[in-house]
């Protein structure tokens, strides 16, 4: 069983940045991947970005290419979401979640994923 408690969600204007953690206990797998999910009020929850545990491999969704960085430091079992040039459109919860899996070039591949409780990210313009 894996716990995730994500922190670092606030309200930011256009253009500014945030940084999510998220903080990983439990039993972490060799072949894992942690990553970020987002829903907006109205719509599904959405894949962000994802690393893999093993080798690092990571993995962004193309409307945050070049804008997130996700990273990780084993030290303190805490996986980063840098998020910079935030628009209005980036507005959601954003949640942490791990599961069984790898981050790929084209896609995240999760299995049996656990949770957080989510951090909302307010963008104004």
């Known amino acids: 069983q894996v716990q995730l408690v994500e922190s670092g969600g606030g309200l930011v204007q256009s253009g500014g940045s945030l940084r999510l953690s998220c903080v990983v206990s439990?039993?972490?797998?060799?072949?894992?991947?942690i990553g970020w999910f987002r829903q907006a009020p109205g719509k599904e929850r959405e894949g962000v970005s994802c690393?893999?545990?093993?080798?690092?491999?990571?993995y962004y969704a193309p409307f945050v290419r070049d804008r997130f960085t996700i990273s990780r430091d084993n030290a303190k079992n805490t996986v980063y979401l840098q998020m910079n040039g935030l628009n209005p459109e980036d507005t959601a919860i954003y949640y942490c979640?791990?599961?069984?899996?790898?981050?790929?070039?084209?896609?995240?591949?999760?299995?049996?994923?656990?949770w957080g409780q989510g951090t909302q990210v307010t963008v104004s313009s």
């Open positions: 690393i893999s545990t093993r080798d690092g491999d990571t």
């Open positions: 979640g791990a599961g069984s899996g790898v981050a790929l070039p084209t896609m995240c591949y999760y299995t049996d994923l656990s």
């Open positions: 439990g039993v972490i797998e060799d072949l894992y991947a």
